[in-house]
């Protein structure tokens, strides 16, 4: 009897569990990053029914988003040695007075 009130408890308390979504596996951000197609599609489906979708993979959907926009950074946050010079470009053009 005690091992079967035990029993119940742990098929209880294992149905308990939240799902997963829709038992897909999750799309790397890598993988998303190189099908620009497939990000778009996601894109849509997080923004109709996130829930549904989940949310480990709208933020891998929302991380190659922002790494396909931003590149590889910003050009203010890149060593300052590879930026090109301002004073090189103003040095040949003329200046109207």
Do not use: W
Not at 3 to 15: P, Q, R
Not at 22 to 49: F, M, N, T, Y
């Amino acid at each position: 009897m005690k091992k079967l009130l035990i029993l119940a408890v742990v098929l209880f308390l294992s149905a308990c569990g939240k799902p997963g979504p829709s038992g897909s596996a999750i799309e790397s951000v890598e993988s998303l990053v190189a099908h620009p197609e497939r990000l778009k599609e996601l894109r849509a489906q997080c923004k109709a029914d996130h829930e549904k979708v989940g949310d480990a993979q709208c933020s891998a959907v929302a991380e190659a988003t922002r790494q396909r926009f931003m590149g590889s950074g910003t050009p203010y946050t890149r060593n300052a040695a590879s930026a090109p010079t301002a004073t090189a470009a103003t040095a040949s053009s003329p200046v109207a007075n």
